[in-house]
C-alpha cells in the first residue's frame, strides 16, 4: 500500500487538535515533501526521520517519491512531535509495518538520529484533549484511542484519570508493536503501558514559622488565601515581603484532582512539568525586566505567560513599579476574568489565568520612607512619581494594600520563631468552605447582586463605609472590594453577618498608596 494514515495532535493554547499524518510514495525523481502549514522544527523532521529509520536498520524508500501532509491544512504545527508520526507512515506506506494496526493509536514524539524517542512538550494537554473529546462525545461507542509517547512524558499523560498511554524509549520498540502479521514482539523491548501513580507526592512548601513578627501582613495574608483576595506589600528594603510571598502558597487550601490536572497542563505546555511539582500550588516569580508577552504569554503559535504558569497558584511580582507600565496594564483584564486570550491574525487562544497576585514594592526610590531604621533621602516629588508608576485602574483591582514594617534587631534575634503553616491553612480551610457552602463560590469572586445580598450592612456599618470612602476617594470597584474583604473576614471569625468590626479591618487594609503614608 503506497498510502498511509497515523494520527497525532497540535497544540493549540490548551487544546490538542487532531491532525492527521498522510504519507504517499509515488514513482518518480527521488524526494521528501512536508506541506500542511508546517514551521521550520516540523520541516526538519525530513532529516532527523531519514536517518532514525536507516540508522535502526529498517528500510527508507530512498528511490520513492515521499510526500506528506499534515491536515488540516491551515492548522499552523510546531516541534519535531511529529518525527513520531511520520515515521510510522512511510514504513507503514512501504508495507513494512501494517497500517491497520495504527488507526486505534495516536503519536507523538521526536526522533533522534539513533531512533532513539525524545521528550514533547504538551503531553498531558494531548491526553486532556482526548479525555474531554470522548466525554462529551455522548452515544459514541467508539473507545478512545490509546497515546504513544516516548518515556520522559508518558507518566504525566497518565495523570489523566481513564487514559490509555503508552511509553516507548526507541523507534523500534513501537516498530514491533505493529508489525504485519501475526508476529507477537518482543517481551522484552521498551513498549509498555503507564500506570498513574495512585498516591501524589506530599505537597512541600516552606514554612511561615521561618517569618519572625510582621502580625499585620500574616494577617493579611490570611485573609488574601481564605479570600482569593490579591494583595500589594509596600515596605523598606529587607523587611520580609519576599519571604512572606514565598511561603503564601504553602497557606493555601490543597489542590483538588481537577485544578492539578490544569496546573499541570499549563506547565507541560511550557515544558516546566515534573512529577515532584504534581498537585503542589505553583508561585511564579518573573523578574521586573520582564515583557508583557512573558507575563500574558505570546508569540506564534501562542504560548502560555506567567499569569497562565501560575494558574491555581501564586504569581508573585516583586519591585512592582519597575516592571514595564505595558507589562503591568495588561494584568488588568486577567485579574477581574481568570482568562487571557491571544489574539494574532491567522489563530486566537485562550489560556487559564486563575491566580493570585501577591505584589511587593518600595514606598519610594531609595526604599526608606516611614522607615525607623534609616532615614529617607528621597523628595516629595520623587516618591509621588514613583508610586505614579502604578496606574489607579490596576491598584483598584489589588484588594488588599499592606504597609511592612521594618524590624529591629532585637525583635530577630533570638526571638521566638512564628505561627507555623498548618494553623494557619487549617483557618483558611474553614473559611473557603463555609463561602463555598454558602454561595458556592469564593468572595473574591462575587459580582453584582450577589455582594449585596451576602454583606448585608447595618446602619452604622454602611455609614461609617460611605465615610471611609468619600475620605479615600474609592470607586465603585474599591467599595465593592473593601466589602469582599469583610465578607473573608466575617468568615474568618465564624460571623454570619458582616459587621462593623470586619468592615474596620478591610478598610485598614485597603488604603491608598500615599507620599506621606
Avoid at 516541534?79 to 512501504?94: C, E, H, N, Q, V
Avoid at 501524589?200 to 481564605?226: S, T
Avoid at 489560556?351 to 523628595?379: E, V
Amino acid at each position: 500500500m503506497s498510502l498511509s494514515l497515523v494520527q497525532s495532535r497540535c497544540l493549540l493554547g490548551l487544546d490538542a487538535a487532531v491532525v492527521t499524518v498522510e504519507v504517499h510514495l509515488a514513482n518518480g525523481l527521488p524526494s521528501f515533501t512536508l506541506v500542511g502549514l508546517a514551521d521550520t522544527e516540523v520541516k526538519e523532521a525530513r532529516e532527523r526521520v531519514r536517518s532514525a529509520i536507516q540508522n535502526t536498520g529498517l528500510e527508507f524508500p530512498t528511490n520513492k517519491r515521499i510526500t506528506v501532509n499534515l491536515a488540516p491544512a491551515d492548522l499552523p504545527k510546531d516541534s519535531g512531535r511529529f518525527d513520531l508520526p511520520i515515521a510510522l507512515g512511510i514504513l507503514a506506506a512501504s508495507g513494512q509495518i501494517d497500517a491497520k494496526k495504527l488507526q486505534d493509536y495516536e503519536f507523538a514524539g521526536e526522533l533522534s538520529l539513533g531512533g532513539d524517542l525524545r521528550p514533547v512538550r504538551g503531553a498531558l494537554a494531548m491526553s486532556l484533549a482526548i479525555s474531554k473529546h470522548f466525554e462529551h462525545a455522548g452515544d459514541t461507542p467508539a473507545k478512545p484511542p490509546r497515546l504513544v509517547l516516548p518515556e520522559g512524558s508518558a507518566q504525566e499523560a497518565a495523570l489523566v484519570p481513564g487514559a490509555e498511554i503508552y511509553k516507548a524509549h526507541h523507534l523500534l520498540d513501537v516498530v514491533k508493536q505493529f508489525l504485519p502479521g501475526d508476529q507477537l514482539p518482543e517481551l522484552e523491548s521498551g513498549w509498555a503501558k503507564v500506570q498513574a501513580e495512585q498516591t501524589p507526592p506530599q505537597a512541600h512548601y516552606a514554612d511561615m514559622a521561618d517569618v519572625k513578627g510582621q502580625a499585620a501582613v500574616r494577617r493579611a495574608l490570611e485573609i488574601a488565601a481564605a479570600g482569593n483576595h490579591s494583595l500589594l506589600m509596600m515596605g523598606a528594603p529587607g523587611s520580609g515581603k519576599s519571604m512572606l510571598a514565598q511561603r503564601f502558597a504553602g497557606v493555601l487550601p490543597a489542590m483538588t484532582k481537577q485544578e492539578a490536572l490544569e496546573s499541570a497542563a499549563i506547565a507541560s505546555l511550557g515544558g516546566r512539568f515534573s512529577m515532584a511539582s504534581w498537585s503542589v500550588r505553583p508561585t511564579c516569580a518573573p523578574h521586573h525586566t520582564a515583557s508583557a508577552v512573558a507575563l500574558v504569554g505570546g508569540g506564534s503559535p501562542p504560548r502560555p505567560g506567567e499569569i497562565s504558569l501560575a494558574h491555581r497558584g501564586v504569581l508573585f511580582l516583586d519591585e512592582l513599579p519597575e516592571f514595564p507600565r505595558a507589562a503591568l496594564e495588561a494584568l488588568r483584564e486577567p485579574l477581574e476574568s481568570g482568562t487571557i486570550t491571544i489574539a494574532r491574525a491567522a489563530r486566537r487562544a485562550q489560556f487559564p489565568a486563575s491566580f493570585q497576585l501577591i505584589a511587593a514594592m518600595n514606598p519610594c526610590p531609595c526604599g526608606y520612607l516611614g522607615s525607623r531604621l534609616r532615614a529617607c533621602r528621597c523628595s516629595a516629588e520623587q516618591v509621588l512619581r514613583y508610586q505614579g508608576k502604578l496606574s489607579g485602574p490596576l491598584l483598584d483591582r489589588i484588594d488588599l494594600h499592606v504597609e511592612v514594617a521594618s524590624l529591629a534587631a532585637d525583635e530577630l534575634i533570638n526571638t521566638a520563631p512564628g505561627e507555623a503553616t498548618e494553623p494557619i491553612r487549617d483557618r483558611v480551610v474553614k473559611a473557603r468552605q463555609q463561602a463555598l457552602l454558602r454561595q458556592g463560590c469564593t468572595n473574591q469572586a462575587l459580582e453584582g447582586q450577589a455582594i449585596d445580598v451576602q454583606c448585608k450592612l447595618d446602619a452604622a456599618t454602611t455609614k461609617f463605609l460611605n465615610a471611609a470612602a468619600e475620605r479615600l476617594g474609592w470607586s465603585g470597584r474599591g467599595i465593592h472590594r473593601c466589602l469582599k474583604v469583610a465578607r473573608t473576614i466575617a468568615d474568618l471569625a465564624g460571623a454570619a453577618n458582616v459587621q462593623l468590626t470586619h468592615v474596620a479591618e478591610a478598610v485598614q487594609c485597603r488604603r491608598a498608596l500615599r507620599a506621606n503614608s
